[in-house]
């Protein structure tokens, strides 16, 4: 505390000599400051100790102590480390919420356009796998592509409909996979 380290005891003292120390931390003859040293410069900058009122708060806390209000000056320091905490991580937080929403619209926008063909193909597959369980996933793949091309020249690359195929969980759980099926077409 303030008073052990200035070797007081402001019961033993006058009102007058209490007043006369507050006015002293008050007007800042008897400087009060956190023992905590901030090595980083970059910290004490981020953080901006004197323009963000925390110093305020421990004179306050002393003046108090001074005064003989030992239980408040105790409430005010406690006071002082949360905000001080809070302070320090405020910048922390901010930056993990920015993460947060940079990541949250990448997710949306991931999630936007699907391709147009992306549903015949997951048709297809559904279909081929209910005739044809054991028909492999890349073989089943290329095959879908192969058909799709004839129809059409905008197509995703082969790799992008084994990805769908594969994100979907129609392949059908059963052993030993084969290229020995046709795709099953149904009239839409």
Known sequence: TVCELLGITPAKMSLEE?????????????VVAS??????????????YKESGLS????????LEVMGFERLSA???????????????SGVREEAYA??????????????????????????????????PNASLAGLSEEIYAHLHKQWNDLPVAGTIKTWLQ??????????????????????
């Open 99 to 132: 993460k947060k929403i940079i990541s949250e619209d990448r997710s949306k926008a991931k999630k936007g356009k699907t391709n147009k063909h992306h549903t015949e193909a997951l048709r297809i597959a559904k279909d081929t796998w209910e005739k044809y």
């Open 35 to 48: 023992n905590l040293i901030l090595e980083s410069g970059d910290v004490a900058q981020a953080l901006d």
């Open 56 to 63: 305020d708060m421990l004179k306050a806390a002393a003046i």
């Open 75 to 89: 409430q005010m320091r406690k006071r002082y480390g949360e905000l001080f905490v809070e302070t320090l991580m």
């Open 18 to 30: 209490r007043l006369s120390f507050a006015s002293d931390i008050e007007n800042e003859k008897i």
């Open 167 to 188: 994100d979907s969980g129609m392949n059908p759980d059963v052993k030993p996979k084969n290229r020995n099926f046709k795709l099953v077409l149904q009239q839409v």
